[in-house]
């Protein structure tokens, strides 16, 4: 059994920074990539960032380009999100998946991951 935990958030002021981290375990771990997903009050679920295990190439929601990183170590099977300058609308759940096999269809696209956490929220006041 796969279990993702995904944690580091809280409530910051905008302008500040957040460090997600999202730990990986169970026996039958396998993943091609990994993707960070967020969900706003009232809104759907939205692709945020995601990253290959093998190369690190990564991907990014035109939303946060140029504020989130993702980085991985898979020594320790997890992943990370970096989020610099927040904003009030930055609001959210923040979720990792994990996605186990490669197919053509991006990783931006919520039905390819198979395992999810639980979430962890992130609030940014104005």
């Known amino acids: 059994q796969v279990q993702l935990v995904a944690s580091g958030g809280g409530l910051v002021q905008a302008g500040g920074s957040l460090r997600l981290s999202c730990a990986a375990s169970g026996r039958s771990f396998s993943s091609y990539a990994m993707g960070w997903f967020r969900q706003a009050p009232g809104k759907e679920r939205e692709f945020v960032a995601a990253?290959?295990?093998?190369?690190?190439?990564?991907y990014y929601a035109d939303s946060v380009k140029g504020r989130f990183t993702i980085s991985r170590d898979a020594t320790k099977k997890s992943v990370f999100l970096q989020i610099d300058s927040l904003k009030p609308e930055d609001t959210a759940v923040y979720y990792c998946?994990?996605?186990?096999?490669?197919?053509?269809?991006?990783?931006?696209?919520?039905?390819?991951?198979?395992?999810w956490g639980q979430g962890t929220q992130v609030t940014v006041s104005s």
């Open positions: 998946a994990s996605r186990r096999r490669y197919s053509s269809i991006s990783s931006s696209v919520q039905a390819v991951y198979d395992d």
């Open positions: 990253i290959n295990w093998f190369d690190g190439s990564t």
